[in-house]
Nanobody
Framework: QVQLVESGGGLVQPGGSLRLSCEAS????????MSWYRQVPGKERELIAN????????TYDNSVKGRFTISRDNAKNTVYLQMNSLEPEDTAVYFC????????????WGQGTQVTVSS
């Protein structure tokens, strides 16, 4: 079955950086676009970044454009999110999933990884 395991979150000061990882299994990772989402309590999950299968095209929400970078390693079935210049508004639980921008082919979600930006 599809499994997604996010890691790398933590507490960071404003202006700091974090690198999130998401290890995927149970599907042909290299054939799927991959995305990162985030969610704060009481709000819907928000799509923030997407990457195509061969890492030649990535797409970002305006809220993270220029600060976050999505990447992937198909040999490791892993997608990454490098987050720089973090702001308190980036505080959320971060998730990954497969699919093109705006589509989610799998119902399964991981547990997410908490990112807290605070001084």
């Amino acid at each position: 079955q599809v499994q997604l395991v996010e890691s790398g979150g933590g507490l960071v000061q404003p202006g700091g950086s974090l690198r999130l990882s998401c290890e995927a299994s149970g599907f042909a990772f290299s054939t799927f676009f991959m995305s990162w989402y985030r969610q704060v309590p009481g709000k819907e999950r928000e799509l923030i970044a997407n990457i195509n299968t061969i890492s030649t095209r990535s797409t970002y929400d305006n809220s993270v454009k220029g600060r976050f970078t999505i990447s992937r390693d198909n040999a490791k079935n892993t997608v990454y999110l490098q987050m720089n210049s973090l702001e308190p508004e980036d505080t959320a639980v971060y998730f990954c999933n497969a699919g093109r921008w705006g589509t989610v082919p799998f119902e399964s979600w991981g547990q997410g990884t908490q990112v807290t930006v605070s001084s």
